[in-house]
């Protein structure tokens, strides 16, 4: 309550100002002239004071100052994805009567592309204290603003069982360096004066896409090897270029596709194909955390060229580090439609191969069809790179909380969130013009 006996005690002391700055403007300016004389300037410098930390201080009554917990810039981090916004510098956790609000502030202002997207839990919450999330907070939000997921989901049950959270309750903005979201207490179970252990995470990810069709005429006589060599590659034509998009860190930009085909060898008879990226390599080893970096292709093959695809080649590239461990793969997958839906036939992992600026795959003509040379069949490229990482905040794991005591009940002063700083500003507007009026109508009559 000392906050609204401060303010009563303002009220009144503005009245007075504002009644003798009448009197003056109506002549009576003798008594204002002793009253306001140049010591007493000392007065007004209380008095504007006074308003100015009143102002500041009624920037949110709603709601206690917000804990802050700090993360050191990781620059190792930001180099191996290109940009310093995927990095979590701060967190602020804070509430109200109603509300838990938990935002997540990034070292650079997120680019505002839609294929550069904030992705996964951005909080995990104990509301019991034992130590383990009872609920996680899930967002999918896009550089440019769009929302494609926002979700509380209960770990307490196995699997999590998720609800749909209102998009309005997201604080984001475009081209911002932060990412957060406000939640009623009564979603999670607790109430003001309990405590909620908050572990924050700032999930991205890149993300590039392409689809491409064409036909292709058996015939060729190339074998090449599934090593990520591409000097096999020399002289082989594009089918296409999905061209540079520029807005992700270039070993991340799917550009190019060629295919060739050893038809007319006796033995061993395949079709292969090569993907390149815009330039570069990614990181051959990941620094912290979570992060993993995914190169899929989806080749479907119309091996009778009746325009339905009747095989899929799925390949995987994985580069994963989760905790202290990391994992680097690849897995080659064969699908075969039957009419109503993909059958699997067989997968294979290459035991050697190069995490370049390429990447490969081959697929046995006698395991789709066995289509001969001088056929004519169709190609479809359906491919995904991206690149997902999570920055945890204040700490490396999801257990580990750090706890705030949600505001025990106050003065009645709402429900809902307030940001009344529009307010806080005018307040202090109003008293520096009150000031500056008052130099004004006194200047030179003391």
Known sequence: MEWYALSVKVVDLERELRQRLIENVRGKRTACRRSFALPSLVRVVVLFTLLVGVSLASISPASASPDLYYDNFDAAQAKEYGDAWIDAVWMEV???????????????????????????????????????????VTLGIKGDGSVYTFRLCDTTVSPPACTNLPFDEILFQVGGDYVGFTIPYSDIGVAPGDQVGVSGHLGTRFIDTVLQEFD???GGGTAVSVDGDLSEWAGVPDNFDDGYDGEIP???DFRAFATVDNATAGTGQAISHRFTVEGGSPAASLSQGYMRI???????????????????????????RSGASQQRYILYSLYQWNGASWSFLYSKSPSSWDWGPGFELSTPLADIGSPASGDTIGIKVQSVTFSDTSDPIPGSGATDFVYYALPAPGPAVGGELEFPLAAALSGVLAAVAAVALLIFSTRGRA
């Open 294 to 320: 995914s190169r899929l292709v989806y080749v479907y093959y119309d091996t009778d060229n009746d325009g339905t695809y009747d095989y899929e080649a799925w390949v995987a590239y994985y580069l994963i």
């Open 250 to 252: 270039q070993e991340f």
């Open 216 to 218: 292709y005429t058996l």
């Open 94 to 136: 804070s509430g109200n009567e109603t509300h838990l609000t938990v935002v997540i502030h990034t070292a650079a202002p997120v680019p505002t592309s839609s294929i550069l997207r904030i992705d996964g839990p951005v909080a995990y919450l104990d509301t019991d204290g034992d130590g383990d999330d009872e609920y996680y």
